[in-house]
């Protein structure tokens, strides 16, 4: 193999945008100037809500949209006049957009069909990626006779038949009821190990991201907010919009500091980094320690008293919110593998833990 064979080869299925913009007529930008760069094999996650650009992104991606400015590079090539049946990459819709007169491998087979693939091969292609994704019983049913999660791998099965360097998923998940989307989830995420393909996936939904991505990109009003690895972007949230979207937290704003001591409405807090302007105080529910009041550590930073003023029972964990005596609210999280030992209901007297550890610092 050459040295460019190889830069080529090592480039499969990577994703570089400079710069990319895109502009509707009378609007502020869908897509404001976003630089990223994905990796090769990677699961990707656009993540965001309605209307922040991560479709419209996905779109100029996949060759639908035309950016108004920068560069799209798929695979170490420049896309800007290549139409988007002829990019390596296909895309799943939210809608699926079977064929309703065709049956499941002659939906599947379609693409194939079009590039003047061969029936032998196609076929044997077709049955290999049905039994990958275990339709295979479903061949000769028509698209209406399935399910909603049987149509979701149809359509996944037709974009992976090709062979693409790319697969674009567009909130393929979002029509599927509660139990069959985690599982469909965990099984496309299998899928996506096994083939190796790089996967960009587009979802509104924050704990879709956290179990299915390598890495995330937080989007809001066309940018991109936090880019990196699914616990960096949960544990570290850059900003108040990271933190709030990605997962529940307590914020308040920090209005003096010395030393490794910061003054917020709850009082002073121990920090375990240096605070910086402007910055506010961050922990999350679940970083939370409650006690009975009385049988609270003693001699440790961050504690605090106050009552339970509800307790929302979510079946895994119970969900407190805790009024402190200065009259300030604290959203705590408790598992309960130990329900019996370890549940309060309201009006009953607790300690609030904080631990210096588990704040960070987020800016506005």
């Given at each position: 193999m050459s040295a460019s064979q190889t830069v080529a080869?090592?480039?499969?299925?990577?994703?570089?945008?400079?710069?990319?913009?895109?502009?509707?007529?009378?609007?502020?930008?869908?897509?404001?100037?976003?630089?990223?760069?994905?990796?090769?094999?990677?699961?990707?996650?656009?993540l965001g809500p309605s209307g922040c650009g991560k479709t419209t992104l996905l779109r100029m991606i996949a060759g639908f949209e035309t950016p108004d400015d920068g560069r799209i590079l798929i695979s170490g090539r420049e896309m800007q006049d290549v139409p988007a049946h002829k990019r390596a990459v296909n895309t799943v819709f939210q809608s699926y957009a079977l064929f309703p007169h065709?049956?499941?491998?002659?939906?599947?087979?379609?693409?194939?069909?079009?590039?003047g693939v061969k029936s032998p091969e196609r076929k044997k292609r077709v049955d290999a990626i049905m039994e990958l994704t275990q339709i295979g019983q479903f061949a000769k049913r028509s698209a209406a006779q399935l399910s909603g999660g049987q149509r979701q791998r149809v359509a996944l099965a037709r974009a992976l038949?090709?062979?693409?360097?790319?697969?674009?998923?567009d909130e393929p998940l979002s029509a599927l009821d509660a139990k069959l989307r985690a599982e469909l989830q965990i099984e496309l995420l299998r899928m996506q190990k096994r083939l190796g393909m790089t996967f960009i996936f587009v979802t509104h939904d924050q704990h879709e991201a956290l179990v299915m991505s390598d890495r995330i990109a937080v989007m809001s009003k066309g940018r991109l907010q936090q880019i990196?690895?699914?616990?960096?972007?949960?544990?570290?949230?850059?900003?108040?919009?990271?933190?709030?979207?990605?997962?529940?937290?307590n914020i308040w704003p920090i209005t003096g500091h010395a030393g490794d001591r910061a003054t917020t409405?709850?009082?002073?807090?121990?920090?375990?980094?240096?605070?910086?302007?402007?910055?506010?105080?961050?922990?999350?529910?679940?970083?939370?320690?409650?006690?009975?009041?009385?049988?609270?550590?003693?001699?440790?930073?961050?504690?605090?008293?106050?009552?339970?003023?509800?307790?929302?029972?979510?079946?895994?964990?119970?969900?407190?919110?805790?009024?402190?005596?200065?009259?300030?609210?604290?959203?705590?999280y408790d598992t309960n593998n130990q329900a019996a030992e370890r549940s309060w209901r309201p009006g009953e007297k607790v300690a609030v833990e904080l631990k210096p550890e588990n704040i960070m610092l987020v800016q506005p």
């Open positions: 080869a090592t480039r499969r299925g990577a994703i570089s945008l400079t710069g990319v913009t895109r502009i509707f007529t009378g609007a502020a930008p869908a897509v404001d100037h976003i630089d990223l760069d994905i990796h090769p094999g990677e699961f990707f996650t656009l065709l049956n499941v491998e002659q939906n599947i087979g379609f693409g194939l069909k079009m590039q038949v090709n062979e693409p360097e790319v697969v674009l998923l990196g690895p699914v616990l960096d972007v949960y544990e570290r949230p850059r900003n108040v919009f990271v933190a709030e979207f990605l997962g529940l937290s409405p709850l009082g002073a807090l121990a920090i375990n980094e240096p605070c910086q302007p402007g910055a506010l105080a961050m922990i999350r529910p679940e970083k939370i320690w409650l006690y009975n009041d009385t049988a609270a550590p003693k001699d440790r930073p961050n504690q605090f008293f106050g009552t339970i003023s509800e307790a929302i029972y979510m079946g895994a964990a119970t969900q407190y919110r805790v009024e402190l005596a200065g009259g300030q609210m604290v959203l705590a």
